[in-house]
């Protein structure tokens, strides 16, 4: 049963990034270097960038490494069986998870694409409609190469503290029973992008800081002493347009973020804001800008959070920012673009998360037992 991609569209308000890789597609840029396309055949699929978002956005929720939950007790994978780690993957107890090159007697791919009404199919009836047809394709077709995880363990990566969920860690500690690291929603950067981009950087001196002492503009340190910057329109944002954001010109070095949501700036300041190299985050949500600004914001390689939310932005700009590898969320909803760039970005980014229409509450339902055991509390 092959349900046609647009026709689902209105529901994949946040699709993931795979959605629309298809084999027959050339794949946008290069084909991996190590995998050279063979006999008309796209790259190999690879699964920390292709097939891991999958299971993280649709799967991890249930099946992640027994660690103590938010209530403090220990969370357990359902069905024990864990997909957030390359053993939990291979070394199941349920059965073949993955069979190399045999979708068919692989679990992960079978269970995936029972009939959507089949009790057992995965994600479960009661937690929403199955994965999009291109997304058991890409699994099926990764399996049928053969299940390589790359570089890929999984688990166990150096998660930093800020991803602890709330001060339960230390408490977490003494649970350590498993013979994994407590479960924390994984950084895909070892080092915290800013704490790449400050080291070196010599804070500005005081004096140039003073010059934002009247506004519109609130310029502060990113935190902890970093000579990074937070600039934003602190309330005045009627007072931010173009001009005004020359204004923020020798101190460009240094913006790490921008918010500039519903201020007055137009597609001339994304000219000011394409010279803030070690830009991470941008607002321009409800602004003026469009198509030719937003284009330009390309050159802000560091970018990671782009909103865009009720612009004019367009088609032109999205294949621009196809560039920004480290691109994670881009908010395009309310804007010109089509559905169609829309995938395109996806492909070019497979990280990125794109939204693209108003994001709908997530289901509260989880597995029955979840629920049991919250109820007792
Ligand atoms: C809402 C919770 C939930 C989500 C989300 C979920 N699962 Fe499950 N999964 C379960 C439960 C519960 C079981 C155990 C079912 C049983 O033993 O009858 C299970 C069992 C499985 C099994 C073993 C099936 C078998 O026949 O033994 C596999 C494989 C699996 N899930 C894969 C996945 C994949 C892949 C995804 C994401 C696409 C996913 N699950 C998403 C709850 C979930």
């Not at 084909?31 to 699964?47: I, L, M, N, Q, T």
């Not at 057992?120 to 099926?140: N, S």
């Not at 800020?162 to 498993?178: L, N, S, T, Y």
């Not at 621009?320 to 559905?339: D, H, I, M, P, R």
């Amino acid at each position: 049963m092959r349900i046609p991609f647009l026709s689902l569209l209105p529901f994949l308000l946040v699709a993931t990034p795979v959605l629309a890789q298809t084999p027959d597609k050339p794949v946008a840029d290069k084909p991996v270097a190590e995998k050279p396309a063979k006999d008309g055949k796209a790259a190999a699929v690879d699964f920390e960038k292709q097939i891991w978002p999958i299971l993280e956005k649709s799967c991890i929720e249930c099946h992640s490494t027994a660690a103590p939950g938010p209530d403090g007790k220990t969370k357990k994978p359902k069905g024990g069986v864990v997909l957030d780690s390359k053993d939990g993957i291979t070394t199941s107890k349920k059965g073949k998870l993955i069979a190399a090159k045999k979708p068919d007697d692989s679990l992960l791919f079978t269970s995936i694409s029972l009939p959507a009404d089949d009790d057992d199919r995965m994600p479960p009836k009661k937690k929403g409609a199955p994965l999009p047809q291109d997304q058991q394709d890409l699994i099926k077709k990764w399996i049928e190469e053969g299940g390589s995880f790359g570089s890929w363990t999984g688990k166990k990566a150096d998660d930093k503290a800020k991803d602890a969920p709330k001060g339960k860690e230390a408490e977490a500690g003494g649970d350590k029973g498993k013979d994994k690291p407590a479960d924390k929603p994984k950084e895909k950067e070892k080092e915290a992008p800013h704490v790449r981009l400050q080291k070196g950087l010599q804070p500005l001196p005081a004096a140039t800081l003073a010059t934002f002492a009247n506004g519109p503009f609130l310029v502060q340190s990113l935190g902890d002493g970093s000579p990074l910057l937070r600039v934003g329109c602190a309330g005045r944002s009627d007072e931010v347009d173009d001009t005004a954001l020359r204004t923020l010109a020798p101190i460009a070095s240094h913006v790490a973020e921008l918010e500039l949501a519903r201020s007055r700036v137009s597609d001339a300041a994304c000219e000011t804001i394409a010279a803030m190299p070690r830009l991470l985050r941008v607002d321009l949500r409800q602004t003026q800008v469009g198509d030719t600004g937003v284009a330009k914001l390309a050159a802000c390689k560091e970018l990671r959070d782009v909103n865009l939310f009720g612009t004019k932005t367009g088609d032109y700009a999205m294949a621009a920012l196809g560039g920004l590898k480290a691109l994670q969320n881009l908010y395009v909803w309310q804007t010109e673009v089509s559905a169609g760039a829309v995938v395109r970005l996806r492909e070019q980014v497979p990280g990125a998360r794109v939204v693209f229409a108003a994001e709908l509450p997530e289901p509260m339902a989880e597995g029955a037992g979840g629920a049991r055991r919250r109820a007792q509390k």
